[in-house]
């Protein structure tokens, strides 16, 4: 299984062609939005607003300025769902509600993804160096950037095919 399930692809697939009346080949930001606010419904996540989506159309390397493409989009739909694990998943582990992972927080999510994987865990001197090495305390994004691939790698195959 992918990060978006069949369904979910033939879902938003069907939701881009009722978007796109012109036939164009590709959505705007305000359509984008609308489109994300459905998908998100379905799939359980909170939907980002017109205006985030707006800034982060600007920023993407997109084949046509300002507008997605289905793959595109589908692409970033599996995007939003994976970063919406991460955000749970860093908050279960944030057990003191910093908004940071300390120590002992890191070393209880590195223990757990271990035995999830039916892997022994690290020694405790080797997650105090992989701590030490991260500064000792992990944000959102830091966390983000070591799960996304993981999340990934789990789900099987990619985010679309």
Do not use: W, Y
């Amino acid at each position: 299984m992918g990060v978006l399930t069949e369904d979910t692809k033939a879902f938003v697939t069907e939701l881009f062609a009722e978007t796109d009346a012109d036939g164009s080949g590709t959505i705007n930001a305000e359509e984008i939005h609308t489109m994300i606010t459905k998908v998100a419904e379905k799939e359980g996540f909170e939907a980002p607003s017109q205006e985030r989506i707006q800034a982060r159309l600007d920023a993407l390397p997109t084949e046509n300025e300002g507008a997605l493409t289905l793959s595109e989009f589908l692409f970033l739909i599996g995007a939003i769902k994976v970063m919406a694990i991460c955000v749970v998943l860093f908050d279960a582990a944030d057990a003191d509600g910093s908004g940071v992972l300390e120590s002992s927080e890191i070393k209880n999510v590195l223990i757990k993804l271990h035995e999830a994987a039916g892997a022994d865990p690290p020694s405790d001197a080797d997650m105090d160096a992989m701590i030490e090495k991260v500064g000792g305390e992990v944000t959102l994004e830091q966390f983000s950037a070591i799960m996304i691939p993981i999340i990934v790698a789990s789900l099987g195959d990619p985010v679309i095919e």
